[in-house]
């Protein structure tokens, strides 16, 4: 059993809703401080694309589209999630772009999955019900097919479970993220700058993973050594469980190379996370 399959085993697959902070961020454009992966958005003045990525796109059958992104982190909590873009009228023809008036939060749907043995989405783990509000991001981005320019916006969310909790995932797979709004309005998801492996998938509805040539903009956070209640304070009970998990040889707990073998490197890497070093 790898330790995908065993996170699926020990936590099983999970339904939750978010929250969403109440305040822009101070700096819209970076990942907040400590991310545990980081791929911000392209730049205005270089190549980007923004990409749909919707529940349930208004056509006469219907039709998901559903954008997915490949993250890399120790494995641990995943606590929060930022990502850029915009909610979108369909156009009915040629003409400007025109954002969706979203009167406050946007719901979304984000999704994290394996990776399977063909390095495309395999399983997945966790389904989120997040609404998220869109604050400006204070960088405007020119569609030239349309002759629009709009202003980038950024969404911040946070994963939680009742009765507590930061969803547990292990430290490759898949983050996937779509509107679920309005029919009539779709989420465009932003391009990463020049990070990553350049590459992110699609799905339409429930038929293949399809690679495509471009990153997708996120950032995630968390921390490792959070790993028990009570959730949100590094304590005594988080270094009992990692003790416990490291005498079992839990798979959790295995944050360090090499993988699949608990050793001094995945102390070092549980001490640095709870000293905050």
């Given amino acids: 059993m790898n330790r995908a399959e065993y996170v699926c085993a020990v936590i099983g697959l999970a339904t939750a809703t978010s929250v969403a902070p109440a305040t822009p961020p101070d700096e819209p454009?970076?990942?907040?401080?400590?991310?545990?992966?980081?791929?911000?958005?392209?730049?205005?003045?270089?190549?980007?694309?923004?990409?749909?990525?919707?529940?349930?796109i208004n056509s006469v059958e219907p039709l998901r589209l559903q954008q997915f992104e490949r993250y890399s982190v120790f494995p641990g909590?995943?606590?929060?999630?930022?990502?850029?873009?915009?909610t979108i009228e369909?156009?009915?023809?040629?003409?400007?772009?025109?954002?969706?008036d979203e009167g406050g939060a946007v719901p979304f749907i984000i999704e994290f999955w394996t990776v399977g043995p063909d390095e495309l989405p395999g399983t997945m783990l966790y389904s989120y019900e997040a609404d998220a509000v869109g604050y400006p991001a204070d960088a405007e981005y020119f569609f030239e097919k349309s002759n629009s320019t709009l202003e980038?916006?950024?969404?911040?969310?946070?994963?939680?479970?009742?009765p507590g909790g930061c969803p547990v995932v292990p430290g490759v797979g898949y983050v996937s993220v779509r509107g679920a709004g309005e029919i009539d309005c779709v989420f465009a998801w932003m391009s990463a700058g020049d990070v990553g492996d350049g590459q992110s998938?699609?799905?339409?509805?429930?038929?293949?993973?399809?690679?495509?040539?471009?990153?997708?903009?996120?950032c995630l956070s968390g921390t490792l050594a959070d790993l028990a209640p009570p959730f949100g304070q590094l304590d005594f009970t988080d270094v009992i469980f990692f003790l416990v998990a490291f005498d079992e040889g839990s798979p959790l707990v295995d944050f360090a190379p090499p993988f699949g073998q608990l050793d001094f490197s995945d102390v070092i890497i549980?001490?640095?996370s709870f000293s905050g070093d």
């Avoid at 909590?77 to 873009?85: K, L, P, Q, S, Y």
């Avoid at 369909?90 to 969706?100: A, D, F, N, Q, S």
């Avoid at 998938?201 to 996120?218: A, C, E, K, M």
Wanted: aromatic letters at 14%; proline letters at 11%; hydrophobic letters at 35%.
């Fill in 29 to 56: 454009l970076l990942c907040p401080p400590g991310s545990l992966d980081a791929e911000g958005p392209t730049n205005p003045d270089d190549p980007w694309t923004a990409v749909i990525s919707e529940d349930n």
């Fill in 77 to 86: 909590h995943i606590c929060g999630m930022r990502f850029w873009g915009w």
């Fill in 90 to 100: 369909l156009p009915e023809g040629p003409g400007p772009i025109t954002v969706c």
């Fill in 152 to 162: 980038l916006r950024v969404y911040d969310v946070g994963f939680y479970f009742q």
């Fill in 201 to 218: 998938v699609i799905r339409v509805n429930d038929g293949p993973f399809t690679l495509q040539d471009h990153n997708l903009s996120y």
């Fill in 270 to 272: 549980f001490l640095t």
